[in-house]
């Protein structure tokens, strides 16, 4: 069985080698069950199509494309000459979205969405009206369709919209991929020129806006000299947010890192006792999972993507104030609170469940359509 994995945003977020992908996530998933996946990735400077095979059964596509900010728009004939049966359609509030959709109709192409966000969060009022209509437009093709999302909120919110059936599928970690370390944290430490002497918070992301990195520089201010901060990311915002640590004497607490390849990112989570999360419209969050899965206390403020993954004092904390964070380094619960939030992964997130989920209902659905079809004859 032929499926295809389809991305239609290209902006420039994520860097490969520095991130594990989740489309790649998920094929590894699908393919255990004989499926071959085609994972589609639209490229602005790119004058034709090129592909790679990572490994058996998978194949990376990447298309040229036009594009309208990070909306790309592309040839879809490849469905038809790769004889893709079943599409993946990483629809969001993406513009092209009911282009595929029809084209998948036309073709007899089964298609279904897998969502992460409905309406986007943008301040421009310009920006958000246009988007608003794009996101009521893609909502009435997703009525009637097999629809995932990603979080019980992303489910709640098309409802509103008169989405019925919406299943929730979280995104999950290809734990064939991510390594667990055999060393102990000082260990660690010493091996990655870290503090021992230091309780050390991580804080992982794009240093933009909206993920309010400086709101981990405050928080290192008020816990005082007990505490380090170590931060990985790069972003618009690197050279200032820099600057600001200098300003406010943190350098001998701070610790950063513009990039740091995915292979290697695991020894960070482990090594370090807390991550702590400033994003407050997270949409999930990847780099909690990472962090839950080798045994890193995770502190959040809390988002749709934070509620979905972290049971509150169990496997995590869920705070509704940066402030309120503070209180998350003395609490007793922490001390056993890694078991708890790799158990959460393991039980709940890993994309092994997720793929079982989605091709179960899919199959159910491609079944039930051919038993109309031979009703008709």
Sequence with gaps: MNWAIMELYCGGSGKAGYYNSQELGLARALKKYGIHVTIVYPDRELQKETEESPEENITILRVPCRSFGVHAFYDLSFLATRKIEVVHLDSDNQMYAPGVIRYCRKHHIF????????????ENWLKGLLMKRISRRNIRYFRG?????????????????????????PVGLDTSVIRKTAES??????????????KLLLFV???EAYKRPFAALELLERLG???????????????????????KGLLD????????PNVEMYQYYAACDYFVNFNTHEIFGMSILEAMYQGCVVAARRAP????????GVSGFLCSSDQEMDQ?????????MGEAAEKRIQDCFTWDRTAEQIRAQVLKQLTGRQRAEEGKE
């Design 145 to 169: 369709m097999l629809t995932f999302a990603k979080t019980r909120s992303v489910r709640e919110a098309l409802e509103r919209e008169g989405v019925s059936g919406v299943r929730v599928a």
């Design 253 to 260: 607490r701070f610790f950063y890192f513009r990039r740091v």
């Design 225 to 247: 000299g007990q505490y380090g901060l170590v931060v990985i990311g790069d972003g618009s915002l690197s050279e200032r947010f820099q600057e600001t640590a200098a300003e």
């Design 328 to 336: 998350v380094f003395s609490d007793p619960r922490t001390e056993r």
């Design 205 to 207: 992301g794009r240093l």
């Design 305 to 312: 993507g934070p509620e979905q993954i972290i049971e509150d």
């Design 185 to 198: 944290r000082a260990e660690l430490r010493r091996r990655l020129a870290l503090p021992e002497e230091l």
């Design 111 to 122: 298609c279904y969405n897998y969502i992460g966000t409905v309406f986007s969060d943008t």
